[in-house]
């Protein structure tokens, strides 16, 4: 069984100070203890995260990471940044690391051993842009990102992963995917996970949907058999709609 998994991806938002006090806001929430919650939050505000999230009743992690562990690279933060601190989750491969900031699959990949090195779960992020979706090349797109992301990931590792499907002319413009076309993809991705690994691992990944995920849909998306979980931007930035998010099923 598959446990179900919302995230928050709250981008480049919540200074500091505003961080803390949602923090506090979704720790005193009352959540279901069978949906697994978490937060990304900006790399400065993970040491807040840290601090107030510390029962890992809700868990957290950062937004993005390098592979090396220290070393001469210039404003990024690395995986044993992350583990010091207690982090659970690091988001790979979001389309707006991949599009604002050419980030390609290789280095995606170098990322994701390291994550996994590390005993951190990475979120690995792939979906594809308007124009492929009405070339009817989503596939296409979402099997070579996949593929190449994983090479060299064992089985094991694969089994721990998660995987966020997020078509990009869905994120933050308000338009979400049918259901059933969420639903095709993830089918689509644990069927390939299959194809490249076992049908074991296929069934231990968890794949989520993201993109204008908020508490009026995510029922109707949650409800689908592929569709594990959801990765969610805008709508996660409130407590209330946090926690009606992660509460779907009450
Ligand atoms: C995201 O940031 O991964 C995302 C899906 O954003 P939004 O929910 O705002 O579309």
Redesign the pocket.
């Known amino acids: 069984m598959r446990k179900p998994v919302i995230v928050g ?1 709250w ?1 480049m938002n919540k200074t500091v100070s505003e961080a803390k006090e949602l923090l506090e806001a979704i720790k005193k929430s009352d959540l279901d203890s069978e949906v697994e919650a978490g937060v990304c939050v900006p790399a400065i505000d993970l040491c807040a995260a840290s601090k107030i999230l510390d029962d890992g009743v809700v868990k957290f992690g950062g937004q993005n990471m390098y592979f090396e562990e220290s070393g001469a690279f210039t404003g990024e933060i690395s995986p044993l940044m992350l583990t010091d601190i207690k982090a659970d989750y690091v988001i790979l491969g ?1 389309s707006e690391r991949r599009d604002i900031f050419g980030e390609d699959d290789k280095l995606i990949n170098e990322k994701v051993l390291s994550a996994f090195d590390h005993d951190l779960t990475p979120i690995l ?1 792939c979906g594809e842009s308007l124009e492929e979706r009405e070339a009817d090349k989503q596939e296409e797109k979402v099997k070579a990102q996949i593929e190449a992301d994983l090479k060299d990931v064992s089985e094991d590792d694969v089994k721990k992963l998660i995987i ?1 499907y ?1 078509p990009i002319w ?4 308000g338009k979400t995917a049918s259901s059933d076309d969420a639903e095709a993809m993830c089918a689509f991705i644990r069927n390939l996970i299959a194809e490249l690994y076992s049908k074991e691992a296929s069934e231990a990944v968890r794949i989520q949907y ?4 908020k508490p009026a849909n995510v029922k109707e998306l949650m409800a689908k058999e592929n569709i594990d979980g959801a ?5 996660s930035l409130k407590a209330e709609d946090f926690a009606a998010l992660v509460n779907h099923r009450k």
């Open positions: 991806n981008k979001h992020c966020a997020e869905a994120i933050g413009t993201g993109g204008s995920v990765l969610v931007g805008g709508a």
